[in-house]
């Protein structure tokens, strides 16, 4: 198993990644799938140098082209994606099957039509969506900024979006 960590942290790449959840889930490197990232020289930059490990960051084509490679590696890799469309589009639409079930989702910033879920995880109807779709492929989701701040699993939330 090549991907150790699935998370959605629209901050992507920073401190609590690189560091605290690396000790929950060992890891090599950090792969951040975001396209605008990935054509943007300054954040690419900015995302790599954020992290003490082999960092790589790609669009969703560039993941699409290269996760078979990543899943024969011998490497631990994070899988990282900064909202839960991008990250359903990679596990549900795409069909990629990491070798694990998890998901976390961290930060989500406060934004217009987005609904507070708790301290900085905020979604909008259409990222409920996402999860709702993540979550019937058969995959565990979580929020948690920290693994010991966990404030539950999307099944906690979804009827606040119009899910049964």
Known sequence: MSISF???DDRMIHGQTCTR???EYPCD???AVNDKAAHTPVLKAAYKSASGKKTFVWTHEEWKEKS???MESKSRYFLITKDPISMAQI???DKFEPGIKEVIIGPCNDRPGSIKLGN???ITQEEA???????NAGYNVEFALLKEEAIGNWKKFR???GFK
Do not use: P, T, Y
């Open 68 to 70: 078979q490679k990543v």
């Open 91 to 93: 596990l549900v639409d």
């Open 159 to 161: 009827g606040q979006f």
């Open 6 to 8: 699935i998370r959605v």
């Open 120 to 122: 900085n995880q905020s």
């Open 129 to 135: 969506e996402a999860l709702e779709k993540i979550m």
């Open 29 to 31: 490197g950090l792969i």
């Open 21 to 23: 959840w690396a000790l």
